[in-house]
């Protein structure tokens, strides 16, 4: 089947050679204008039989490199990249580096060029070796250079060789890009600190938690870390301190921290003064966990009567899906014969309005998920992702 496309890109790239080869020739016939325009019909003729590796090479061989066809090998590449015809387009970019003539910085161009058709066929070390060179050199190049290789690291899990690029990125503390990479490069050793987490490495995760923090103060992922660590090591206090403070001041992360600050709780103190923190705390933030964590612990100490009470009063103030669910679960507990049979199947449609429901959504390209990704899988923005208030009815 034609890709029309890519022949239209094809067909235009050789008639603009055509031309530019035949205006160049202009006077001087030094070189046979009958080997241009055969050249030429034996391109079109290779993308009539559709044969567009054929064409290709025919293109490369009808259309000299200089200056004039330059940015039409860099477009055709361009195109043929983008359409997934990766080997094409390599083959276009090397033929550029291979032939002399060329400026500095029109090699650097074809460079990083090649660099980005090694990445999209998932060549990543050849990617790295030429992007490496490229961005020794000052010019255009070395920035989006530098972000390329970043973009390797970061798919392939290499944090360290990451962190080197963000910090030739981000420059001193005084650079006007330093705030823009320090939250990502808190990421990073967030990401270093799991690893050692992952080994047992308490001692190890903390220093990189530190250095974390260090890169960008309000980094909430390397506060819940250490808060976990914190109470896992013995120092519960301490940690519970930490995650109550993300809790209350980073709302998107409630929900991320509430089992941990329960746990605690539940080992360290008594139902009431849990209740009490959580009553706190649902008055300065809005997820639905913390006031259906309320209800279960009411309905612990005082009876499932006395939290259908608390959720039915909570309903009124801000309505949930959640908290309807919740409401459903006692009515069904009073409730029997007929009257248990209809609240039942009402509740298990709710159930599916729940598990169908996405808690999160990446705020830089709207991906939706069921839970927190620090990466977002999509767009690839560190950080984006937020609790969907959408959860509250009457919210959307
Ligand atoms: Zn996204």
Request: hydrophobic share 40%.
């Amino acid at each position: 089947m034609l890709d029309w496309p890519l022949y239209l890109g094809l067909l235009t790239a050789l008639a603009i050679g055509f031309l530019l080869g035949r205006s160049k020739l202009g006077d001087s016939e030094s070189t046979s204008s009958s080997e241009l325009d055969q050249n030429y019909f034996t391109g079109l003729n290779y993308l009539l039989n559709e044969q567009p590796d054929k064409a290709v090479d025919a293109f490369v061989q009808a259309l000299e490199v200089n200056s004039d066809t330059l940015e039409t090998h860099l477009a055709l590449g361009n195109l043929l990249r983008r359409r997934g015809e990766v080997d094409k387009a390599v083959r276009i970019h090397q033929n550029l580096l291979a032939r002399p003539g060329l400026s500095l910085e029109q090699v650097h161009r074809a460079q990083y060029e090649l660099a980005l058709d090694y990445v999209k066929s998932g060549l990543f070390d050849r990617a790295e070796e030429l992007l490496k060179l490229l961005v020794k050199k000052e010019g255009p190049y070395k920035i989006d250079g530098l972000k390329q290789l970043l973009e390797i690291y970061q798919d392939e899990k290499e944090w360290l060789l990451g962190l080197d690029v963000l910090k030739k990125l981000s420059g001193t503390r005084f650079s006007r890009h330093y705030e823009k990479w320090s939250p990502i490069k808190a990421h990073f050793f967030c990401e270093l600190a799991e690893s050692c987490l992952s080994e047992g490495d308490f001692a190890g995760a903390s220093e990189y938690l530190q250095k974390a923090l260090v890169s960008d103060r309000n980094s909430v992922r390397a506060l819940i870390l250490q808060g976990q660590i914190d109470i896992y090591t013995g120092s519960a206090a301490k940690g519970l301190q930490r995650l109550q403070k993300v809790a209350g001041a980073y709302e998107d992360y409630t929900a991320e921290v509430l089992p941990h600050i329960l746990n605690v709780y539940r080992k360290q103190s008594g139902l009431g003064d849990c209740i009490q923190y959580l009553m706190s705390l649902n008055k300065r933030v809005h997820n639905p966990d913390v006031f259906v964590a309320i209800a279960d612990l009411i309905a612990k100490d005082r009876g499932s009567l006395a939290a259908a009470e608390f959720v039915t009063a909570e309903a009124a103030r801000s309505p949930t899906v959640v908290g309807l669910q919740r409401l459903l679960d006692y009515y069904i507990s009073f409730s029997e014969g007929k009257a248990y049979e209809y609240l039942s199947s009402l509740k298990k449609v709710m159930d599916n309005m729940v598990v169908a429901q996405s808690n999160y959504q990446c705020s830089s390209c709207g991906f939706n998920a069921r839970s927190l990704h620090w990466l977002c899988p999509s767009c690839k923005t560190w950080g984006s992702f937020k609790f969907k208030k959408a959860v509250f009815i009457g919210e959307g």
